[in-house]
Antibody, heavy 119, light 110 residues
């Protein structure tokens, strides 16, 4: 069974840093594109970042470019999102999502982890 | 800034048909945008329904279908069930690493 479990969320002050983890099971991360998507409280979904299957290609939304870094540990089958220079508007539930094989898309979602940026 | 627009709300009666659309501020949505659709119920993570404009996941109920309708992407629910009441989001891939979600449509089944 495919599972994605996010962790690492919490309360952080503006300007601080946090690293989110996404532990995958039931499949090999390095065979798929993987995305981070966030959802501010009471609002809609926002695409954040993605990493390709061989780990050589990354993309970021303009709102996080230069502050967030997506990476992967193949041995641990775990995806990461390093978030620096955090702002209040980064407050959201962060989901990791597996990409589909074949036509571009997303398939399996984790349950998410909440990041709150506040003083 | 690219904006993806969905109807804020749609109401449908049980057994009826609902069509939700997804438009781009850049112009017509084509198959090159690989539209995806997601369902989210209160307090739950989103669930993927459609990818690559028309493709269903193994868990997607048969009553859901994706298409292009005029210059928009569309999600059609045929024979709506009460449990289909949820928020629905589309996602468009503009290429070059730019993916944008629509603002979501709240589907009410009355």
């Amino acid at each position: 069974e495919v599972q994605l479990v996010e962790s690492g969320g919490g309360l952080v002050q503006p300007g601080g840093s946090l690293r989110l983890s996404c532990a995958a099971s039931g499949f090999t991360l390095s065979s798929y594109w993987i995305h981070w998507v966030r959802q501010p409280p009471g609002k809609g979904l926002v695409w954040v970042s993605r990493l390709n299957d061989d780990g050589t290609y990354t993309n970021y939304a303009d709102s996080v470019k230069g502050r967030f870094t997506i990476s992967r540990d193949n041995a641990k089958n775990t995806l990461y999102l390093q978030m620096n220079s955090l702002r209040a508007e980064d407050t959201a539930v962060y989901y990791c999502v597996r990409g589909t094989v074949g036509a571009p898309g997303l398939d399996h979602w984790g349950l998410g982890t909440l990041v709150t940026v506040s003083s | 800034q690219t904006v993806v627009t969905q109807e804020p709300s749609v109401t449908v009666t049980p057994g009826g048909t609902a069509t939700l659309t997804c438009a781009s501020s850049t112009g017509a949505v084509t198959s090159d945008y690989h539209s995806n659709w997601f369902q989210q119920k209160p307090g739950q993570a989103p669930r993927s329904l459609i990818y690559g404009t028309t493709n269903k996941h193994s868990w997607t109920p048969a009553r859901f279908s994706g298409s292009l309708l005029g210059d928009k992407a569309a999600l059609t629910l045929s024979g709506v069930q009460p449990e289909d009441e949820a928020d629905y989001y589309c996602l468009l891939d503009f290429g070059g690493g730019q993916l944008v979600f629509g603002g979501g449509t709240k589907l009410t089944v009355l």
